[in-house]
Nanobody, 134 residues
């Protein structure tokens, strides 16, 4: 059974940093693209970042480019999201998701989130809260 568990969320001041982790089990991470999404109250779930199965291709939402970095360690079955220079508008519940694709993250920033959200083969974690506030 595919499982994804997010951790690392919390309360941080504007300008601060957090490192989110997505621990996976029940499947071979090598064959899956992993995406990070977030959802703020009253808003739709949006794609934040994506990394393909090999880790060679990454994608970021314009709003986080230059501040967030996604990385994966297939040997440890984890995918991390390093978030720097956090802003209040980054406040949301953050989710990681997996889809059985080697190319999902090579699509445009508008397309790859839809591939995850519309996938019948996708798996999602329960989310971790990130709050950026002074």
């Amino acid at each position: 059974q595919l499982q994804l568990v997010e951790s690392g969320g919390g309360l941080v001041q504007p300008g601060g940093s957090l490192r989110l982790s997505c621990a996976t089990s029940g499947f071979t991470l090598d064959y899956f693209a992993i995406g990070w999404f977030r959802q703020a109250p009253g808003k739709e779930r949006e794609g934040v970042s994506c990394v393909d199965s090999s880790g060679g291709s990454t994608n970021y939402a314009d709003s986080v480019k230059g501040r967030f970095t996604i990385s994966r360690d297939n040997a440890k079955n984890t995918v991390n999201l390093q978030m720097n220079s956090l802003k209040p508008e980054d406040t949301a519940v953050y989710y990681c998701a997996a889809v059985p694709s080697s190319i999902a993250c090579t699509y445009s920033s508008d397309t790859w989130p839809r591939l995850f959200l519309g996938s019948d083969s996708g798996s999602w974690g329960q989310g971790t809260q990130v709050t950026v506030s002074s």
